[in-house]
């Protein structure tokens, strides 16, 4: 079946400007996860949706930072007013519940900001 | 705080080589353990993981054991091959409040096998 997708897998952007990442989960699973993984270390946490509502934000850096996932499946990360350190690898994960301990991740988006 | 500490790469080894690739972690509660693996051009992908204190994890070849004594999680294969080069990463996960299986992930180790 169908893994996690992401899209686009590459954005370039200029400072300043606003970005959508797209998600769209394995059908059926409940949890949805976003990490960003910058270049030489390991992915970390932003955002858990269960459903359709954001469970658990502690990771978002700041403000300009914002997810949503209306219908409980695919999910949108937001970025306003891009900065240089927003330049990362952004991926995305589902499992089929908040209590599954397998995730699955997506490709990913490799997003530039100039 | 929550946090992995896995050991710097790249390691580099020639086929059926033993490998160890070092994992400590700090958290509080109790945390479940995780090995992820990216092979080049592909995503995250769990290798395997162990939920509680003592248990085993393994799969392809690998293993790993939750250590709580010396809270590790060292990964570990008898003979790698040219196919097991690779990212890996240890990561835990503590539930939280909101039942999140949020991971925390080390820093990554390359693995490089070498015919």
């Known amino acids: 079946g169908a893994g996690v997708s992401q899209t686009p897998s590459n954005k370039v952007t200029e400072k300043g400007k606003y970005v959508e990442l797209r998600c769209d989960p394995i059908s059926g699973h409940t949890a949805l996860y976003w990490y960003r993984q910058s270049l030489g270390q390991g992915p970390e946490f932003l955002i858990y949706f269960q459903g359709t509502g954001a469970a658990d934000d502690s990771g978002l850096p700041n403000d300009r930072f914002f997810a949503v996932r209306p219908e409980g499946s695919v999910s949108t990360l937001k970025i306003q007013r891009t900065e240089r350190g927003d330049s990362a690898v952004y991926l995305c994960?589902?499992?089929?519940?908040?209590?599954?301990?397998?995730?699955?991740f997506g490709p990913g988006t490799r997003l530039t900001v100039t | 705080g929550n946090s992995v500490t896995q050991m710097e790469g790249p390691v580099t080894l020639s086929e059926e080589a033993f490998l160890t690739i070092n994992c400590t972690y700090t958290?509080?509660?109790?945390?479940?353990l995780f090995w992820y693996v990216q092979y080049p051009g592909e995503g995250l992908q769990l290798l395997l993981k162990a939920t509680k204190a003592d248990d085993k994890g393994s799969n392809k070849g690998f293993e790993a054991t939750y250590r709580k004594e010396t809270t590790s999680f060292h990964l570990e294969k008898g003979s790698v091959q040219v196919s097991d080069s690779a990212v890996y990463f240890c990561a835990l996960s503590v539930k939280g409040g909101g039942a999140t299986n949020k991971l925390i992930f080390g820093t990554g180790t390359l693995l490089a096998v070498q015919p």
């Open positions: 994960a589902s499992s089929l519940t908040g209590t599954s301990y397998e995730q699955y």
């Open positions: 958290a509080t509660g109790y945390p479940s």
